[in-house]
C-alpha cells in the first residue's frame, strides 16, 4: 500500500515537471514561429521592392541605353536570320577527319592563306516554304 | 463501554443493535457517494471519447500554425504578356499629425518644411492649428524624407504605412495601364476597367501587350513625329488571329507615376478614344466590300478621268492618272473617283451594312474605357457613301481601323479586340469571304511594290499595307488643307498575316527630304517598316526570300490592261 502511493506521487510529480517543461517549450516555439512570419513578411516585401526596382532598371530604353553605351549590339537584320534547313551537312567529327584536318593544315601551311580551320559557308539564298492556306 | 465483546483475531464478530445500525448507514453512504462519483467520470469520459474519437475523427485540435504568411499589397500586379513588370503596389510611409500634441505650430511649420521643401509654411501651420485629432502633411514620403523628418524630432508627427502604386515602366504603358488616384483607386485605362479584380486579386493581370515591342512602335512614332513637326500620333500592333493587342501607343504620353501633372492632351488616348476621318486607309474596305458584294472583279475598272462633281463637291485624285483604272489600280493609286464609283455600284444601303458588318459604326469590344463613339452620318445619303468610300464623313478610332485590317487579311473573321492575354484558339465571326481576305491581302502588297506605300516595304517580310492621307476637318465647315492626318497601316507577312500594325501621325508639316510632302508614304510608311524589321524577330515571324517562286505564285495579281489585254504583275 506504501509503495503504491510513493509510485503514484513519483508519477504525478514527473507529470508536472514535463508539463511545466512543455508547455514553456511550446511557447517557446510559438515566438520563434511568429518571429519566423514576420521575418517572411518582410523578406517578401524587401523582393517585391527588388522586383519593383529590377523592372525599373530593366525598362527597354534603359536597355536600349545601356546596350549603346556598353556594347557593340546592332539590331538585327534578315541577312543574319536563317533556317536550321539552310546549315550545311554537319562535318565528319574530329576522329574521323584526322586525315582531313591534316590536309587542310597542310595546304595551310603549304600556301600560307587558307584558314587553318574554314567554317561552312551558308548557303547564299533563304529556302522558302509556301503560305499554307489559311483555315 | 465494559459491554463491548472482545475482538479476537481470527474469529467473526456479529455485531448487534446501535452499532450494527451505525455501520449499515455509513455502508450506504459509501455506495451512495461512489455511485455519484462513477457517473460523474462516467460523463468525463464519455466528454473525453466524443472529443477525441467522434467529432473530428482525430486528436482534438492542436493549436496550428497561422497559414504561411504571405503579403498582401493590396492591389494585384498587372504584367505584360512575358511576365514583366507594369504596375505593382509598394509601402510607403505617409507622414500625418496629430495637432494636439502639436506644441508650436509656427516653429514645427517653420522646421517642417526645411525637410519637405514642397510644402509651404502657411498651409503646414494652418493644417497644425486645425482642431482635429488627424491631418495628413504629406502622402508617399521617400525613405530619406521620413528619415529627415524623424530626425527633427517634432512631437506629433506620424507616419502610416501605405500602399502606393508604381509603374516601373513610366511612360511606356501610360494609356494602356492608366493610373490610380491616391487612395488605390483605378482611375483610367486597364487600373479602371479591371478595378475590381485587382483590388480583391493576388494573381498578376497578364496583359496582352509586348512591352519590347511597344517600346519600338513608342520610339519610331516618337521619331517619325518630331521629323515632322507633328503634334501627336498613335501606334497599334494588332495579332490577327487572336485579337489581341500587341502594343498600343498614344503620343504625347504622360507618367502615370506622376499622373497629377499631366495635360488633357497628354491624357487623350488618341488609339481609342479619338476618332478620325481616317482617309484612304478606308479604301480597304471599300475595294473589300465592292469585292466581297460581287459588283466588281479584279478584271474590272472604272474611269477615273474626270473629277466627279456633286453638289458643291468636286472630287478629285491625289496622284492623278487619268485614265481608266482597273480595280487594282484605284486601289494601287488611291484614286478617289475610282473609289467613289465603286462605291456607289454596290449602294448606300449595303455600304451602311457592310460598314456596320465590320465593326465601324459601334465603340470598340475593348477593355479600356477611354473608348470613343463613332461619328457616323444620319441619315446615310448617297454623298456618304461617296466620301466614306474614300474615308471621309465616317469618323472611327484608329483602333476600329486596326481591327477591320485585321479582320480583311486574316480570312474575314471579325474578332473583339482584347488587351489582356488570351490562350488558344479565339472564335470569331466570318464577316467576309476567305476568297475577298485572299484577293485584298495581294492588293495591300501591289501598294507596297510599286504604288504609295513603297517605303514600307521591309525586305524579306512581305508587307503590304494602304497609306492614308486625310485632311482634318477645320473648326468651321470644309476641311484644312494644312493639317493632315497621315497613316500606313500594314499587315505582314501578307501571304499569311500574323500582325496588323497602324501608325498615323497627327498634323505633320512637310519636309526638305520629303519634298514638302507629309503624306502617309513618306511619315507613316517607313515608320512600320522599321517597326516590323525590329519587331519581326522579337515577334517570330521568320523572313522568307521575296524572289522565291512559291511566294511570287501566292501574291500573283492577275491585271488586266487598258486595252483589256490581260499581263500579270506582282
Not at chain 1, 537584320?77 to 550545311?88: H, K, N, Y
Not at chain 2, 464519455?46 to 485540435?61: F, Q
Not at chain 2, 478610332?397 to 471579325?414: W, Y
Not at chain 2, 519587331?535 to 505564285?553: K, N, S, T, W, Y
Request: proline share 6%.
Amino acid at each position: 500500500m506504501r509503495r503504491v502511493t510513493i509510485l503514484w506521487f513519483l508519477v504525478a510529480a514527473c507529470l508536472g515537471v514535463a508539463l511545466f517543461l512543455v508547455k514553456y517549450e511550446v511557447q517557446d516555439r510559438e515566438e520563434k514561429l511568429a518571429a519566423l512570419h514576420r521575418e517572411i513578411l518582410a523578406n517578401q516585401e524587401a523582393v517585391h521592392v527588388l522586383e519593383a526596382e529590377w523592372s525599373y532598371l530593366n525598362r527597354p530604353s534603359n536597355l536600349e541605353a545601356m546596350v549603346r553605351r556598353h556594347l557593340d549590339l546592332v539590331p538585327l537584320d534578315t541577312t543574319r536570320l536563317g533556317r536550321i534547313e539552310q546549315l550545311p551537312i554537319r562535318l565528319p567529327s574530329f576522329e574521323e577527319a584526322g586525315t582531313m584536318t591534316a590536309g587542310i593544315r597542310e595546304a595551310a601551311a603549304a600556301t600560307d592563306d587558307l584558314p587553318a580551320f574554314a567554317p561552312p559557308a551558308p548557303l547564299p539564298r533563304p529556302i522558302t516554304i509556301s503560305a499554307k492556306v489559311r483555315r | 463501554m465494559t459491554d463491548f465483546p472482545q475482538i479476537q483475531a481470527g474469529k467473526s464478530v456479529r455485531l448487534e443493535g446501535v452499532t450494527k445500525q451505525a455501520l449499515e448507514i455509513g455502508r450506504n453512504r459509501l455506495i451512495l457517494a461512489g455511485c455519484l462519483l462513477t457517473l460523474a467520470f462516467t460523463a468525463v469520459a464519455g466528454r473525453v471519447v466524443e472529443l477525441s474519437a467522434l467529432r473530428d475523427h482525430n486528436e482534438p485540435t492542436v493549436p496550428t500554425a497561422a497559414a504561411d504568411a504571405a503579403l498582401q499589397t493590396g492591389r494585384a500586379d498587372i504584367v505584360d504578356r512575358n511576365g514583366l513588370l507594369v504596375a505593382t503596389s509598394l509601402r510607403t510611409p505617409s507622414l500625418y499629425a496629430d495637432p494636439s500634441e502639436v506644441l508650436d505650430p509656427a516653429r514645427a511649420a517653420r522646421r517642417l518644411t526645411t525637410v519637405l521643401t514642397d510644402l509651404a509654411v502657411p498651409e503646414v501651420e494652418a493644417k497644425l492649428r486645425a482642431n482635429r485629432r488627424f491631418v495628413w502633411l504629406k502622402r508617399s514620403l521617400t525613405p530619406h524624407e521620413q528619415y529627415r523628418v524623424n530626425a527633427l524630432g517634432i512631437p506629433g508627427l506620424h507616419f502610416m504605412d501605405e500602399w502606393k502604386r508604381i509603374y516601373p515602366q513610366s511612360s511606356l504603358m501610360a494609356h494602356v495601364v492608366g493610373f490610380t488616384d491616391i487612395d488605390d483607386r483605378g482611375i483610367s485605362g486597364v487600373e479602371r476597367s479591371f478595378d475590381d479584380v485587382l483590388r480583391d486579386g493576388r494573381e498578376p493581370l497578364h496583359l496582352s501587350i509586348d512591352l519590347r515591342i511597344q517600346h519600338i512602335v513608342r520610339q519610331e512614332l516618337a521619331h517619325q513625329i518630331s521629323l515632322f513637326e507633328a503634334i501627336g500620333g498613335t501606334g497599334i500592333v494588332l495579332d490577327v488571329d487572336t485579337g489581341e493587342t500587341v502594343a498600343m501607343v498614344s503620343l504625347p504620353d504622360f507618367d502615370p507615376n506622376m499622373a497629377a501633372e499631366m495635360s488633357d492632351d497628354q491624357r487623350f488616348n488618341r488609339a481609342t478614344l479619338g476618332v478620325y476621318e481616317m482617309g484612304s486607309t478606308f479604301k480597304i474596305f471599300n475595294t473589300a466590300m465592292a469585292l466581297d458584294a460581287g459588283t466588281v472583279t479584279l478584271r474590272d475598272g472604272y474611269d477615273a478621268s474626270k473629277p466627279i462633281k456633286i453638289a458643291r463637291f468636286t472630287i478629285n485624285d491625289f496622284h492623278g492618272e487619268n485614265r481608266w483604272l482597273s480595280v487594282a489600280e484605284i486601289f494601287k493609286y488611291s484614286s478617289n473617283i475610282g473609289s467613289v464609283k465603286m462605291a456607289m455600284d454596290v449602294g448606300t444601303e449595303r455600304q451602311k451594312e457592310f460598314m456596320g458588318r465590320m465593326g465601324m459604326l459601334q465603340p470598340m469590344s475593348l477593355e479600356l474605357p477611354e473608348r470613343g463613339y463613332p461619328l457616323v452620318p444620319s441619315p446615310w445619303r448617297p454623298i456618304n457613301t461617296m466620301t466614306i468610300s474614300f474615308g471621309h464623313g465616317l469618323s472611327v478610332s484608329p483602333m476600329h481601323l486596326a481591327a477591320g485590317v485585321a479582320t480583311v487579311v486574316n480570312g474575314g473573321i471579325k474578332r473583339p479586340t482584347t488587351l489582356l492575354k488570351t490562350t488558344g484558339r479565339v472564335l470569331g465571326e466570318e464577316v467576309l469571304k476567305p476568297s475577298t481576305s485572299e484577293v485584298m491581302r495581294k492588293l495591300m502588297r501591289l501598294v507596297v511594290m510599286d504604288g504609295t506605300g513603297r517605303n514600307a516595304d521591309a525586305e524579306g517580310y512581305l508587307v503590304g499595307g494602304k497609306t492614308g492621307t486625310a485632311e482634318k476637318a477645320g473648326g468651321g465647315r470644309g476641311y484644312a488643307r494644312k493639317s493632315l492626318l497621315s497613316s500606313f497601316v500594314a499587315a505582314f507577312p501578307v501571304n499569311d498575316p500574323k500582325y496588323v500594325i497602324l501608325i498615323m501621325v497627327d498634323e505633320p508639316k512637310g519636309q526638305k527630304f520629303s519634298h514638302g510632302y507629309a503624306t502617309g508614304g513618306w511619315v507613316a510608311a517607313p515608320a512600320v517598316k522599321r517597326i516590323v524589321e525590329r519587331a519581326a524577330p522579337l515577334l517570330g515571324v521568320a523572313p522568307v526570300d521575296m524572289d522565291a517562286p512559291e511566294i511570287r505564285r501566292d501574291l500573283l495579281v492577275d491585271l488586266p490592261d487598258a486595252g483589256g489585254k490581260r499581263l500579270a504583275s506582282f
